[in-house]
């Protein structure tokens, strides 16, 4: 079965729990005491120690200022960058179709960080390896929902089989349009070279705020014309070494 | 735009070691293709055993700088696990794992030596031929594991990237030969072909307006990726067709094409990561620069230099400006304990009185608290009355002294003052301090540029109090690029192992027609053993007014 998370902003409060199960259940080491000065949300991004992370978007709604928030995941992408690229095979794709780091594999090359359209991986200086969201695949395989769903108390985060959740988030956005919230939109981006995601979001303003690109890239969709280039590159330092030293 | 400017990607954490690898390598590539050509061709033997020890050296080293890239260098062979055509990494990996040997087996039993035995001619043979089709491949496809990432600058380019990379390794291994004595017809002709690809190469980029291409023109990326293709591709062009015969012009040549081809492939590791900072949500997904309908703005001059002068000369006429201000004061300080929780809060309220006095060239602060915590200050002195006298300086050492009581944990401070790091902007400083553009975002029809500063070692705006030895800082402006209009700066400073960063916003006010600073926000992290701590202060200025005096100013 291909689960998945639908993470609703309309209901999100901002108590950032998600953030803290998801640290307490994997053991994630804390991300450092610093202040962004940004706004009130000090997390900033998605990293080798924040899996889960709570976005605190402000902006303007009928000219007049909007507070919306919104936890923030791993994709878990259809086609995923980070699982193309990894040259050790430490990167799988569970029975769950969660994108998964198999920490005992990694040896921290670092190209699944240029590989990921979303920002999400990232090498842990002081350990080495490379560290995003597992999908709590223990869980999963234990047949417990992840720990950033469990412990939403709004059932903003709703983790489910991924074609039910599709189902929901349509008949979501179905429901705000008709009490008039206008503004609400599903992020889903299947028809994009990451070809569907199995988090999806409801947020209310352009997903370009919440950092959720409209345009998200597969790197691999540039592989067949960049290897014609090295073919062809190569075949002309091979024709002209070989002139070089005919003709000479 | 996107999320409080956070960029969207996260940046390479290569260091110095893959672009090192990525020109070793290359190198090394090219000299077995050497080797073997000029073998094949019946070239002098003496080339064509330099070229292969060219290769193995290189060989030896690219596995050396890779491994010691790794994050876990010890599981370096989980690279060879598994082969898949998906990971440029993993094909790159397993073609240095067979270019080794194989241009080791070349070495060991020489193809052209007559007095060999037909196996071991054989073998050398293939060794040659296979480190031969190898090397192409390690030549080139560091510009397709570069190019198929996400990291809008490199995407950009996968194209071109192998032919890039590609040529710059020839350059600089036909380079390497002539170092070594090889100044032959045929060095000359590769050399030619090479710097000729590189120079049009470069041409390209020049004229290419890409917005993901910004960062191989502009900032310090831009400069090492035009430095190296100038070294590697017009002056050997240049040296090389108008004085082939001279041993002088092509150990020249050589020389640039060869340090070109360093400098060029750290430039591109550099672009990638200032490509990051550039690419928020919305920008990857437009093809073309952002247009801002309706009034066209001049365009400004983004260059690092100009918007420094700009700055300079907007700084020179504010401080003309700012000349005895007067604010309500909203001021919070809070102490964290180093486990986070909040063990103390000091709320404070009163009137700053602002100014800057040109003879001194200096910023003069005067807090007068009038409320501690709610609880009106017994002792209030009538700083209206002392600086009504005339005794600017006077009156605020001496306030400053008694406001220190005020302060909150154990971290004694005396530079906090929100127009301070303006002061960095100064004709004379600006020699002394590196600048770098960090981001450039236009919204609204204005374009906002983020500047990195650091200040050299040996002149700073802050010394230390007892040793008076330089205290660099370090930190962010971010300036409207029109006017050279400071809006924000970020200023930080490293001392006793304790971290300051100041960060002030400056917004326009109506009344006074001038851009004043609203809010001040302060962060001390002491994280000396047994004392740490976390000070954070937020201080809010406002209903800015003129403040008359009427005496004269004292020194």
């Known amino acids: 079965m291909a689960t998945g998370f639908f993470t609703d902003s309309t209901v999100c409060i901002g108590c950032k729990a998600c953030e803290v199960a998801c640290k307490e259940w994997n053991g994630i080491p804390h991300d450092g005491f610093v202040w962004r000065g940004m706004s009130y949300d000090n997390t900033a991004c998605l990293g080798h120690s924040t899996w889960r992370h709570v976005k605190f978007v402000e902006h303007e709604r009928d000219g007049a200022p909007a507070w919306d928030f919104s936890s923030d995941v791993c994709k878990h992408c259809e086609h995923a960058g980070c699982l193309d690229a990894c040259p050790t095979g430490s990167i799988v794709r569970t029975e769950f179709g969660g994108v998964y780091i198999q920490p005992d594999v990694c040896n921290g090359c670092g190209y699944c960080v240029v590989a990921c359209p979303f920002g999400v991986v990232e090498r842990r200086p002081d350990d080495g390896r490379a560290f995003k969201c597992t999908f709590c695949y223990d869980r999963q395989k234990a047949g417990l929902q992840p720990a950033c769903a469990t412990a939403c108390p709004t059932e903003s985060i709703q983790f489910g089989d991924l074609d039910d959740l599709r189902a929901r988030a349509q008949t979501r956005l179905a429901m705000l349009r008709a009490r008039g919230v206008t503004d609400a939109v599903v992020y889903d981006p299947q028809h994009t070279s990451v070809g569907g995601t199995h988090a999806i979001f409801l947020v209310r303003g352009r997903p370009d705020d919440y950092n959720l690109p409209s345009n998200p890239e597969r790197p691999a969709v540039r592989l067949v014309e960049a290897w014609r280039s090295a073919a062809a590159a190569s075949l002309a330092m091979l024709v002209v070494t070989t002139l070089a030293f005919w003709l000479t | ?555």
Request: net charge positive.
């Open chain 2, 1 to 555: 735009m996107g999320y409080y400017n956070q960029p969207l990607l996260k940046p390479p954490v290569w260091t110095w070691e893959v672009p090192a690898y990525f020109f070793v390598g290359g190198v090394a590539g090219v000299g077995a293709v050497i080797a073997a050509v000029g073998a094949l061709a019946g070239a002098d033997a003496s080339i064509v055993r330099d070229a292969r020890w060219m290769a193995v050296v290189g060989a030896l080293i690219s596995p050396a700088l890779l491994i010691s890239d790794l994050g876990r260098p010890d599981r370096f062979l989980n690279m060879l696990r598994v082969f898949k055509t998906k990971s440029p990494m993993s094909v790159g990996a397993w073609t240095l794992a067979v270019f080794t040997p194989a241009v080791l087996a070349a070495l060991i039993w020489d193809p052209m030596s007559a007095d060999a035995s037909v196996a071991a001619r054989l073998a050398g043979h293939a060794g040659s031929l296979v480190a031969a089709a190898t090397g192409l491949v390690l030549a080139t496809y560091t510009g397709v594991l570069i190019g198929v990432t996400v990291i809008p600058v490199w995407a950009a380019h996968a194209r071109h990237l192998p032919f890039h990379f590609g040529a710059s390794s020839l350059g600089a291994a036909v380079g390497v030969l002539e170092l070594l004595g090889h100044r032959t017809p045929a060095m000359n002709a590769l050399g030619i072909v090479a710097a000729v690809g590189l120079t049009l190469m470069r041409a390209h980029v020049e004229v290419d307006r890409r917005p993901a291409s910004a960062p191989l023109k502009s900032g310090s990326s831009g400069g090492m990726t035009r430095l190296g293709d100038v070294l590697s591709g017009p002056l050997p062009l240049v040296l090389r067709l108008v004085w082939p015969g001279e041993p002088a012009a092509r150990a020249v040549a050589a020389l640039g094409a060869i340090a070109g081809s360093i400098v060029t492939r750290f430039g591109w590791i550099a672009a990638g990561r200032a490509s990051v900072a550039l690419a928020l949500a919305a920008l990857l997904l437009l093809p073309a620069p952002v247009l801002v309908e309706g009034r066209q703005d001049p365009k400004p001059d983004l260059s690092t230099r100009a918007l420094v002068a700009s700055a300079a000369k907007y700084v020179a006429d504010y401080q003309e400006e700012f000349k005895f201000l007067l604010a309500d004061e909203e001021y919070v300080q809070r102490l964290y304990s180093s486990n986070g929780r909040l063990t103390e809060e000091r709320h404070l309220k009163g009137e700053l009185f602002l100014t800057f006095l040109p003879g001194d060239g200096e910023w003069i602060a005067v807090h007068d608290f009038k409320e501690v915590d709610g609880k009106p200050v017994p002792d209030r002195e009538d700083v209206r009355a002392l600086l009504q006298k005339g005794d600017v300086r006077g009156t605020a050492a001496r306030i400053a002294e008694k406001n220190a009581r005020f302060n909150i944990g154990r971290l004694g401070r005396n530079f906090n003052e929100p127009t301070l790091p303006l002061l960095l902007l100064h004709r004379k400083r600006v020699e002394d301090i590196d600048f770098d553009r960090e981001r450039v975002v236009t919204q609204d029809g204005r374009t906002r540029v983020t500047l990195r500063f650091k200040e050299s070692d040996r002149q700073s705006l802050i010394r230390n109090a007892i040793t008076t030895s330089p205290i660099s800082a370090k930190g962010l402006l971010t300036i409207d690029a029109l006017t050279g209009r400071v809006e924000r700066t970020e200023f930080e400073i490293d001392v006793n192992q304790t971290n300051s960063r100041l960060v002030t916003e400056y917004k326009p006010d109506e009344k006074l027609k001038l851009w004043v600073p609203v809010l001040f926000h302060e962060r001390y992290h002491d994280a000396r053993e047994r004392e740490r701590q976390v000070i954070q202060c937020e201080a809010r200025y406002t209903n800015y007014r003129r403040f008359e005096v009427t005496g004269r100013i004292k020194k």
